[in-house]
């Protein structure tokens, strides 16, 4: 059974720096895209940013310049490292995983169960 297990999720001044972590547990032989996602109270789940296997990165317009998505295919865990953060960066962030192979099977797609991340003073 693999399961994507996130952290970092925090309180953090506007302006402010945090990462998030997200590892796959379990025999994980390899996974071809991970990435972020987030949702706001009373909003729709919006991508973040996705990276794959090979390095190859895509943020989101708004997070542009802003944040930074990076990956570790030996931990097989993704990060998301994010700064200057605003009010309107507050949400839930859900790590998200596609085609992660294992010895046994293939899994389509996981999502972890969210880290929230606040912003305010």
């Known amino acids: 059974q693999v399961q994507l297990v996130e952290s970092g999720g925090s309180l953090v001044q506007p302006g402010g720096s945090l990462i998030l972590s997200c590892a796959a547990s379990?025999?994980?032989?390899?996974?071809?895209?991970m990435g972020w996602y987030r949702q706001a109270p009373g909003k729709e789940r919006e991508l973040v940013a996705i990276i794959t296997s090979d390095g190859s990165a895509n943020l989101a317009d708004s997070m542009k310049g802003r944040f930074t998505i990076s990956r570790d295919n030996a931990k097989n865990t993704v990060y998301l490292q994010m700064n200057s953060l605003k009010p309107e960066d507050t949400a839930v962030y859900y790590c998200n995983a596609r085609e992660i192979r294992t010895l046994l099977r293939t899994y389509l797609e996981l999502w972890g169960q969210g880290t929230l991340v606040t912003v305010s003073s």
């Open positions: 379990g025999r994980v032989f390899s996974i071809n895209t």
